[in-house]
């Protein structure tokens, strides 16, 4: 027998999905509670709650945005992946910096090998634009060994970004999506922290 829902929870239920399709993230109890002009982010919480007891949706105690939806439970890849904002250098060893969140996504469906380490970076700047990655995207990245062509997060001479990795005919440099911007060629060093295999975007 199906759960009846309201037409409200209805609605939330499908703002909810609709969030998580298009940015990899659940909305925060403020964002619903602005999207649906409730008064206040309790009212929005009750209406997770009231969810959570039909058994359409699941809530991670302690963790912000943390709502999965039952279907997805026996996924086995779903995982929650750090994001970070500006990468510091030396990402990858203890300097490492604290996630600004986490969002929870499904590996293998981005192409990921589910073993290796992944981690979600915001994008600043518009360095990679002819590669459709704009300022605010979020990109998810993998951590394994580069193949040409791959866009990476590399650390190069002590800076972090975000461009396409050349090797060829003995040569290894960084290159930009974008003619306004110089390829990256390392005088000293050139470490991959990730390879990118998925983007996220918000709609606009």
Do not use: W
Not at 19 to 24: C, F
Not at 57 to 67: F, L
Not at 168 to 173: D, E, F, M, R, S
Request: glycine content about 8%.
């Amino acid at each position: 027998m199906a759960t009846k829902l309201t037409s409200r929870q209805k609605e939330i239920l499908e703002y909810l999905h609709k969030s998580s399709r298009t940015t990899g993230l659940m909305p925060s109890t403020r964002e619903l509670q602005h999207y649906f002009g409730f008064a206040s982010q309790t009212a929005a919480m009750s209406h997770l709650r009231a969810l959570e007891k039909k058994g359409v949706i699941q809530r991670v105690p302690g963790k912000a945005r943390a709502v999965i939806f039952p279907e997805e439970l026996d996924r086995e890849e779903i995982r929650d992946i750090p994001i970070y904002g500006r990468i510091a250098a030396g990402y990858g060893d203890s300097t490492a910096p604290e996630p600004e969140g986490c969002l929870s996504i499904d590996i293998t469906s981005l192409g990921g090998r589910g073993k290796n380490e992944t981690f979600a970076l915001r994008v600043r700047g518009e360095s990679m634009i002819d590669a459709h990655i704009c300022d605010g995207d979020t990109v998810i990245l993998e951590k394994r060994e580069a193949r040409n062509g791959d866009i990476v997060a590399a650390l190069i001479d002590g800076e972090t970004t975000l461009k396409r990795f050349i090797s060829q005919k003995g040569k290894t440099y960084l290159q930009a999506e974008n003619p306004k911007f110089p390829d990256l060629i390392p005088t000293d060093e050139l470490i991959i922290q990730g390879v990118m295999i998925a983007l996220l975007r918000k709609a606009a």
